[in-house]
């Protein structure tokens, strides 16, 4: 499924264009139910993964590298949650992206080529948060 902005993350995302509202850091997280995002997804239609050694990413604002062209679009270095234990069994359907402050989804996406499933330590999973405009 291709990248998807819920409502919610457009009104905020355009209440940070126009200066209503101060601009917040965002965090990377994991989802583990089979969940479809849509327009009216809010970051409690996620639930987020919790296998041993998962941690929510924040993404920091500098790091970011933004291209501007048609279309414009910003990428981010590719984040790595690994798994410290084995004997889990945790399905992993795709990531979201949150307001680190405001807890608002930003965008979430299924992994196309997923699920995955964490089952041994050291597995991992690789997202590259990457948003476009056109």
């Known amino acids: 499924m291709a990248l998807l ?8 995302m355009l209440e940070h264009i126009v200066g209503k509202t101060v601009i917040e850091a965002v965090t990377l ?5 089979n969940y479809t995002p849509i327009e009216t997804s809010a970051a409690g239609n996620f639930t987020e993964a919790t296998f ?6 924040p993404l920091t604002g500098a790091s970011w590298s933004i291209t501007t062209g048609a279309p414009s679009y910003a990428s981010y270095a590719q984040q790595t949650f690994t798994s410290t234990a084995g004997s889990q069994s945790q399905t992993i359907y795709g990531y979201f ?16 080529d ?3 499933t964490i089952v041994n330590n050291g597995d991992a999973i690789k997202v590259t948060p990457y948003i476009e405009l056109a």
Do not use: C, H, M, R
């Open 5 to 12: 902005v819920p409502n919610a993350g457009e009104g905020l």
């Open 114 to 116: 997923g699920p995955y």
């Open 97 to 112: 992206v949150v307001g680190t402050s405001s807890g608002t989804i930003l965008w979430a996406e299924l992994f196309t």
């Open 52 to 57: 041993t050694g998962y941690a929510a990413l």
């Open 29 to 33: 997280k994991l989802f583990q139910n």
